[in-house]
């Protein structure tokens, strides 16, 4: 049997963590040690999604409520990391910033994987990645894949509801006012049906706070500086602010 070390390949893990400032800076290891964290939840976060998706086909609304909960503890616990990010001060950051050169978190294919899962989707992010690459090839069958969102439609449709398939599921997700009307009818009749679309409204709500307080981190840490890897910075990430994923289920709050 393996020891804890061995199963969890310790070893391996904690030699991952390689500043390249010289000393090193004292604050690179916490940046290194942040954003791996963060690769691993993503990649969590995903595992989890795909699996709801799968509970969302079977019908399976108790387990796929169980999930979507357990993503949002761990949204949670992605909000709560930046906490310790903005321990380091704009100068402890810039003591190393140089050396990382083109790299940027611009650069996630794990977060823009989780994108493409919630269904903001857009062509050009695939542009940033070479061909041939594990990160174009991921993105690229998630570009094809159907939604989240779209799960949850066959969802509902299976439950009876008069929802219907979006013709394209490479484009991102417009609002639709037949599907808003088999919602409210879901809401007003189906308790269950109606829990799970709220937490549909809290995974969307908690990317959004994530991308709140990940742009208020960048502007306190760098100001209006460009990004690394040659982003606009805290400019690009305010533009991506206040944009629900799922928007009928903002939308229809007016009218139930």
């Known amino acids: 049997m393996p020891t804890y070390s061995e199963y969890l390949k310790v070893d391996a893990l904690l030699s991952l963590q390689e500043p390249l400032s010289d000393g090193p800076e004292h604050d690179e290891t916490l940046f290194i040690v942040i954003h791996q964290v963060y690769e691993l939840w993503f990649k969590e976060v995903l595992h989890e999604l795909d699996y709801l998706k799968r509970l969302l086909h079977a019908n399976d609304r108790p387990r796929a409520v169980h999930t979507l909960k357990r993503v949002l503890t761990i949204l949670k616990t992605l909000v709560a990391q930046i906490d310790v990010l903005e321990t380091m001060t704009p100068l402890e950051f810039l003591s190393f910033r140089d050396r990382l050169e083109s790299g940027s978190g611009f650069q996630s294919y794990q977060f823009r994987e989780l994108e493409f899962v919630l269904g903001a989707k857009h062509r050009w992010a695939l542009d940033h990645f ?28 299976l439950s009876g509801y008069a929802v219907h398939r979006r013709a394209d599921v490479t484009t991102p997700i417009e609002p639709d006012a037949a599907n808003k009307q088999a919602l409210i009818q879901a809401y007003r009749t189906d308790p269950g049906a109606g829990e799970l679309c709220e937490r549909f409204v809290d995974l969307d709500e908690g990317v959004q706070e994530w991308r709140y307080r990940h742009v208020k981190m960048v502007q306190r840490t760098i100001g209006t500086k460009r990004g690394t890897g040659g982003s606009t910075g805290a ?22």
């Open 130 to 157: 070479p061909e041939g690459s594990t990160a174009r090839a991921n993105l690229h069958r998630r570009f094809q894949e159907p939604t989240l969102w779209d799960a949850l439609l066959d969802h509902l449709r």
């Open 235 to 256: 400019e690009y990430l305010v533009t991506t602010l206040l944009k629900p994923v799922f928007p009928d289920l903002w939308d229809i709050r007016t009218e139930l």
